[in-house]
């Protein structure tokens, strides 16, 4: 494949006449890491709403691998090899960490009635528990396999929804800011996961964060937005360096 992985070119999006995002541009090559940042209500979830399906953009073009994304829904996209975490963790009660796994490769492979399957008593295959084991390790959360997911911490947690979405085996993966509510050993056990990720797994991945050493130590590139427009982008102790995202976002006025 020649081009970028994922490329979106002036996208734009309105809300009751309030300007989400207006004209922004962004690309992610195979592999990389690639960081979105901005201050509150800058868009950045509005941006990767538009990306990943959940909102159509009023204007402008998203392709993945060449192809226009234009008219599929977010169960399409994640076909196409694109998975997203959230900010708000969603994970569901009375499940292990292992059902969050197995509903989401079952999802992937289309394989059976997913929920009632499993509540049923439906016994994973071996296929399946490897598959399942492979992430689990990946990501560290073997030994907590077989407990309720809700009796986790909100790291752990974040880590769970991390592996669900990595069981959809996505060549590309939205991340926004996982390490929301975390603390400072949390953080690093969710950045030191996620370069695993990236290097063992070769996952494109494109992270929402507000934590900037995070940010720092994470991402190749980086993409500052502020009242919905793009002003800055580039290699990111670059982005971090320039005055306008000092002023827009780190607050540095001097």
Same mark, same amino acid.
């Given at each position: 494949?020649?081009?970028? &992985?994922?490329?979106?070119?002036?996208?734009?999006?309105?809300?009751?006449?309030?300007?989400? *995002?207006?004209?922004?541009? *962004?690309?992610?090559?195979?592999?990389?890491?690639?960081?979105?940042?901005?201050?509150?209500?800058?868009?950045?979830?509005? &941006?990767?709403?538009?990306?990943?399906?959940? &909102?159509?953009?009023?204007?402008?073009?998203?392709?993945?691998?060449?192809?226009?994304?234009?008219? *599929?829904?977010?169960?399409?996209?994640?076909?196409?090899?694109?998975?997203?975490?959230?900010?708000?963790?969603?994970?569901?009660?009375?499940?292990?960490?292992?059902?969050?796994?197995?509903?989401?490769?079952?999802?992937?492979?289309?394989?059976?009635?997913?929920?009632?399957?499993?509540?049923?008593?439906?016994?994973?295959?071996?296929?399946?528990?490897?598959?399942?084991?492979?992430?689990?390790?990946?990501?560290?959360?073997?030994?907590?396999?077989? @407990?309720?997911?809700?009796?986790?911490?909100?790291?752990?947690? @974040?880590?769970?929804?991390?592996?669900?979405?990595?069981?959809?085996?996505?060549?590309?993966?939205?991340?926004?800011?996982?390490?929301?509510?975390?603390?400072?050993?949390?953080?690093?056990?969710?950045?030191?996961? &996620?370069?695993?990720?990236?290097?063992?797994?070769?996952?494109?991945?494109?992270?929402?964060?507000?934590?900037?050493?995070?940010?720092?130590?994470?991402?190749?590139?980086?993409?500052?937005?502020?009242?919905?427009? *793009?002003?800055?982008?580039?290699?990111?102790?670059?982005?971090?360096?320039?005055?306008?995202? @000092?002023?827009?976002?780190?607050?540095?006025?001097?």
């Amino acid at each position: 494949m020649s081009g970028p &992985l994922l490329e979106a070119e002036a996208v734009s999006k309105r809300f009751s006449g309030i300007v989400a *995002l207006s004209d922004v541009s *962004l690309h992610v090559a195979d592999g990389e890491f690639v960081a979105v940042i901005g201050p509150n209500g800058a868009g950045k979830s509005t &941006l990767f709403n538009c990306l990943s399906g959940v &909102l159509r953009p009023d204007r402008g073009t998203v392709t993945f691998r060449g192809r226009s994304l234009e008219r *599929l829904r977010p169960s399409a996209r994640a076909r196409l090899g694109i998975a997203r975490t959230f900010q708000r963790i969603e994970l569901f009660g009375g499940m292990t960490v292992l059902d969050h796994l197995l509903v989401a490769d079952r999802a992937r492979t289309r394989r059976g009635g997913l929920w009632s399957d499993l509540f049923r008593g439906s016994r994973p295959t071996s296929e399946e528990l490897e598959r399942c084991g492979i992430v689990l390790e990946l990501v560290g959360l073997t030994e907590w396999a077989d @407990r309720p997911a809700e009796s986790l911490s909100l790291g752990k947690g @974040r880590l769970v929804e991390l592996a669900r979405a990595l069981m959809c085996d996505p060549a590309l993966l939205f991340l926004d800011e996982p390490s929301s509510g975390l603390d400072r050993h949390e953080t690093a056990e969710m950045s030191a996961t &996620l370069e695993t990720v990236s290097r063992q797994h070769g996952t494109a991945i494109v992270l929402i964060e507000h934590d900037v050493p995070m940010v720092r130590r994470l991402a190749e590139r980086t993409y500052v937005l502020d009242y919905g427009q *793009l002003i800055a982008d580039g290699p990111t102790e670059d982005v971090l360096g320039d005055e306008r995202v @000092r002023v827009a976002y780190l607050g540095d006025n001097s």
